[in-house]
């Protein structure tokens, strides 16, 4: 079984919806992440928790908000989305080592068209 | 400011071509690094780091990275690249408590 798994794969929703991501890891890592990724632009960071009482936004995070449920779980909520929201979305875990971050472990990633 | 830039948005190669995917970063102190690869419909897997030490650093799946500082790179290569290499490619950095990523490379391979 993967280590990092989200729901769903894809996702075809209608502008003005609200549609939530869900992402679970099996690694025991404290450190969750969300990021979105369109082409040309790479990876960006749409909300970190480093714990279940820690949620951070990271540098896109207008338009979504997050939900941290366990140290497994870590969800992603786009309360209305609108078309310029359709990405691909990564979760991904890290486990600290020292005082800096270790590698990143992603999801599958999760498919999302907004009409 | 933090960065990473990868120069190259795509780039082609024949099988069995050597293969160098270039990575430039702007951070102030001791970097820590990272080559990430995504194949097609699939997440990304780290292939290689750089914490300190070795500036050669190896990674899975043939590649190997050289972290030099006066050019602030950190360059992925492969001797001989392989069909199932086709892929993007991200060279990321580690920030303040969070990774800032590349654009990335598109890797084409010719057979």
């Known amino acids: 079984d993967a280590d990092v798994t989200q729901t769903p794969r894809n996702r075809i929703t209608k502008t003005g919806k609200r549609i939530m991501l869900e992402c679970s890891q099996t690694k025991g890592h404290d450190r969750m992440y969300w990021y979105r990724q369109d082409p040309g632009l790479g990876l960006r960071l749409i909300y970190y928790?480093?714990?279940?009482?820690?949620?951070n936004k990271g540098e896109i995070s207008d338009g979504y908000s997050v939900s941290r449920q366990a140290q497994a779980k870590f969800s992603l909520s786009l309360e209305s989305a609108i078309p310029n929201q359709t990405a691909l979305y990564f979760c991904?875990?890290?486990?600290?080592?020292?005082?800096?971050?270790?590698?990143?472990?992603f999801g599958p990633g999760t498919r999302l068209l907004v009409l | 400011a933090q960065s990473v830039t990868q120069p190259d948005i795509h780039i082609t190669v024949s099988e069995g071509a050597s293969l160098e995917l270039r990575c430039n970063y702007s951070?102030?102190?001791?970097?820590?690094l990272f080559w990430y690869v995504q194949s097609p419909g699939q997440g990304l897997q780290l292939l290689l780091k750089?914490?300190?030490?070795?500036?050669l650093v190896q990674g899975i799946k043939g590649f190997e990275a050289e972290f030099k500082r006066s050019q602030s790179s950190f360059n992925l290569r492969k001797p001989s690249v392989h069909w199932s290499d086709a892929a993007e490619y991200f060279c990321a950095v580690e920030g303040t408590y969070k990774y800032i990523f590349g654009t990335g490379t598109r890797l084409k391979v010719l057979a």
């Open positions: 951070y102030g102190a001791t970097p820590y």
């Open positions: 750089y914490f300190s030490g070795d500036t």
């Open positions: 991904a875990t890290s486990d600290p080592s020292s005082a800096h971050l270790e590698t990143q472990y």
């Open positions: 928790s480093f714990d279940v009482k820690d949620i």
